[in-house]
């Protein structure tokens, strides 16, 4: 039993609708729909009915229903009694992080940081955009940092979450140079030549932005779809051995740049910018702050109030 089934099920339940739930849990709808079939595994009975539309409930996974939000319920308060009991490690501060971030903006930014904020001490906890939300709005990490564009914006209230701009990233085009030093791949292409795409799976958060990049252009691209993954760092490595083009946070490719094993595959019409935000719970609805935490939160909001 894996507790993330637990949630997929209850959201299914709430939207009646696989595609919908799959896209609210940031995972493609095949892989959202092998979890429900491993919970219907697990339990030994088919809780949804999929000869109905919108999707029903079975009589015995509305019954599982009430007893997954108890379960939940309660793992939930369990976990935070035992955060609000923690005494060791009161010093050592939680980034909730997405896995793309945690590649490429993270490991610099700590670097930059620990220049000027001395002694600090961090857990890293990488996982898909929703799950990185969700730790901090269970109150399950200390700091959440997350890209940030008004096409889609994370749905934190600004009346329980404090919010600080930390810079930005762009998503370009790249593709692996050839010989003469130009990429293999170029955007637009052409609807004879499309361009080989390697992709990121539809309940990416950034699949999305790239979604809006293409939208947007004033050429519309032609591309294949040969690929697809939810991780950066997947998409990368096939782009850097040739197999196509990919779009990817400019942080992740500084040194393959450099190196020249991948070029820029296209134009500024084929780009998009967007803030690196870092959040936290306030004080004053927060269940547990941790000393060390809030002691770097007012040291972030002073650099940004100086640079602002």
């Known amino acids: 039993m894996d507790t993330k089934w637990l949630e997929d099920f209850v959201s299914l339940a709430e939207t009646r609708s696989f595609s919908r739930s ?8 095949p892989a959202f729909s092998r979890r429900i079939q491993a919970l219907e595994a697990w339990a030994g009975i088919d809780l949804v009915d999929r000869s109905a539309y919108p999707t029903r409930l079975t009589p015995a996974g509305e019954t599982f229903h009430a007893q997954a939000l108890e379960v939940l319920g309660s793992l939930q308060a369990t ?5 609000s009991h923690q005494v060791a490690g009161q010093d050592m501060i939680e980034f909730a992080v997405p896995h793309t971030m945690a590649f490429t ?6 670097m930059e940081l620990k220049q000027h904020f001395k002694g600090l001490k961090s857990r890293l906890i990488a996982m898909n955009v929703h799950d990185a939300v969700m730790r901090l709005t269970e109150g399950s990490c200390d700091l959440l940092i997350a890209y940030h564009h008004a096409t889609q914006p994370l749905q934190l209230s600004s009346e329980r979450y404090d919010m600080l701009s930390l810079g930005h990233e762009t998503v370009a085009p790249y593709a692996k140079a050839g010989p003469d030093g130009q990429p293999l791949f170029r955007l637009p292409g ?10 990121y799976a539809s309940g990416a958060y950034l699949a999305r932005l790239v979604e809006q990049i293409i939208k947007h252009a004033p050429q519309p691209p032609h591309l294949d779809p040969i690929y697809e993954t939810d991780m950066a760092e997947g998409l990368k ?6 197999h196509g083009l990919a779009f990817l946070p400019a942080s992740s490719v500084r040194k393959e740049m450099r190196s020249r094993r991948l070029v820029a595959a296209g134009s ?7 803030e690196v935000r870092i959040y936290r719970e306030r004080p004053a609805s927060a269940r547990h702050v941790k000393p060390a935490a809030e002691e770097l939160w007012s ?3 002073d650099r940004a109030g100086r640079s602002g």
């Open 299 to 301: 040291f972030l909001k």
């Open 79 to 83: 976990r935070n009694m035992m955060r």
């Open 268 to 274: 500024s019409d084929f780009e998009l910018t967007m």
């Open 237 to 242: 490595a096939m782009a850097a051995e040739g």
């Open 105 to 110: 903006f993270f490991p610099h930014w700590l």
């Open 22 to 29: 799959a896209q609210l849990r940031h995972v493609t709808q």
């Open 190 to 199: 052409t609807a004879r030549e499309p361009v080989p795409f390697l992709s």
